[in-house]
């Protein structure tokens, strides 16, 4: 027979799955819902440009960590780091349309450093999820004993 704080452990727990599931949904269906309007927004105008394709891209790489944490409970890093570029990326070619003085030229070299940097972590991760594997390897494989 289960004791009191057993059962109140349970129903902590099936409260934190039920907020987990709700929110995921929640923030989904934001993000498809501003993918959406972004897409309308680029048909009325009669064309897309290069920082409205970024954007969506965005929207994409959110969806694709949306699912990935629905599906492994894991949120994975990269592809912050991805959505990081991207928005950085997009930043830099709002900035490059503007006069070119030094402050801008400043930004643009940070934001460029930036860039060079998130994607020095990106292989880093990628190398060493490679030579050494990653934590979730090691639950796959116990599941699989």
């Known amino acids: 027979m289960e004791s009191t704080p057993d059962k109140v452990l349970k129903f902590g727990s099936a409260l934190v799955d039920v907020f987990h599931y709700l929110a995921l949904f929640i923030i989904g269906a934001t993000v498809v819902w501003s993918a959406v309007y972004e897409y309308l927004h680029m048909m009325e105008k009669g064309h897309a440009e290069l920082k409205d394709i970024l954007l969506l891209f965005i929207y ?3 969806g694709a960590m949306i699912g990935i944490y629905f599906k492994t409970h894991r949120l994975p890093v990269q592809f912050l780091i991805f959505i ?4 950085l990326s997009r930043h830099l070619v ?3 349309q503007q006069t070119l003085d030094i ?4 930004v643009l070299l940070g934001i460029s450093g ?5 994607s020095g972590a990106i292989f880093l ?3 060493t999820a490679k030579a050494y594997g990653r934590p979730e390897d090691d639950v796959d494989k116990k599941h699989d004993i």
Request: aromatic share 4%; hydrophobic share 70%.
């Open 60 to 62: 994409l790489e959110l």
């Open 84 to 87: 990081a570029i991207t928005a």
């Open 94 to 96: 709002l900035d490059v």
């Open 103 to 106: 402050l801008h030229l400043k």
């Open 114 to 118: 930036a860039i060079v940097l998130l």
């Open 125 to 127: 991760l990628t190398y």
